[in-house]
Nanobody, 119 residues
């Protein structure tokens, strides 16, 4: 089992920045990849970014490329999402998820943290 706890969400004005954290606990040695997703009520969940736990390879959705940066601190079992130049359309609940197999998708999810960007 892997437990994930997100933090760092909040209310920010357009153009501002926030840093989300995702702290992993439990069988963290089994994590293959950690990803950030976001969801607006009534819309499908969107993949925002991901990072491979060991090699550090990253992915960004086109909508956030150049503005968001994902990073990891393996010693702290924590993944960060630095979000700069925030836009109102970035408003969503952001979720952290862990893929432990590399084959079957994300098996573990955090509870989510709300990010609200005012115009």
């Amino acid at each position: 089992q892997v437990q994930l706890v997100e933090s760092g969400g909040g209310l920010v004005q357009a153009g501002g920045s926030l840093r989300l954290s995702c702290a992993a606990s439990g069988r963290t040695f089994s994590i293959y990849r950690l990803g950030w997703f976001r969801q607006i009520p009534g819309k499908e969940r969107e993949s925002v970014s991901r990072i491979d736990w060991s090699g550090g390879s990253t992915y960004y959705a086109d909508s956030v490329k150049g503005r968001f940066t994902i990073s990891r601190d393996n010693a702290k079992n924590t993944v960060y999402l630095q979000m700069n130049s925030l836009k109102p359309e970035d408003t969503a609940v952001y979720y952290c998820a862990a893929d432990i197999s590399g084959k079957y998708g994300y098996e573990y999810w955090g509870q989510g943290t709300q990010v609200t960007v005012s115009s």
